[in-house]
């Protein structure tokens, strides 16, 4: 059975950076696209980033774009998403989520997704 579980998150001040990990378990990761979204309270979820399942291609949302970096080994089983230049509004639980299907047939929206890890937080403050 898939599991996923993030680590990684943590309190951090505005600047900083941080590296998430999304950690597979009971698949072979290759064969799928994962994401990472994110909620802040009283917000929505929102994306922040998918990669293919060859790694090959990724997606940013505006709001991360050229701070935030999303990687995977699959030989690790385990998919990263490397964020620097933290803001305040970075603040959130973020969340890794997996699917079966090729990224270019699901894109990067979280309602596509079908696993989903717990979440870590993330808090960016001074």
């Known amino acids: 059975q898939l599991q996923l579980v993030e680590s990684g998150g943590g309190l951090v001040q505005p600047g900083g950076s941080l590296r998430l990990s999304c950690a597979a378990s009971?698949?072979?990761?290759?064969?799928?696209?994962i994401g990472w979204f994110r909620q802040a309270p009283g917000k929505e979820r929102e994306t922040v980033s998918c990669?293919?399942?060859?790694?090959?291609?990724?997606i940013y949302a505006d709001s991360v774009k050229g701070r935030f970096t999303i990687s995977r080994d699959n030989a690790k089983n385990t998919v990263y998403l490397q964020m620097n230049s933290l803001k305040p509004e970075d603040t959130a639980v973020y969340y890794c989520?997996?699917?079966?299907?090729?990224?270019?047939?699901?894109?990067?929206?979280?309602?596509?997704?079908?696993?989903w890890g717990q979440g870590t937080q993330v808090t960016v403050s001074s």
């Open positions: 989520a997996a699917d079966i299907r090729k990224m270019y047939v699901l894109g990067c929206v979280d309602t596509g997704f079908g696993s």
């Open positions: 009971g698949i072979t990761l290759d064969y799928y696209t």
């Open positions: 990669i293919s399942n060859s790694g090959g291609n990724a």
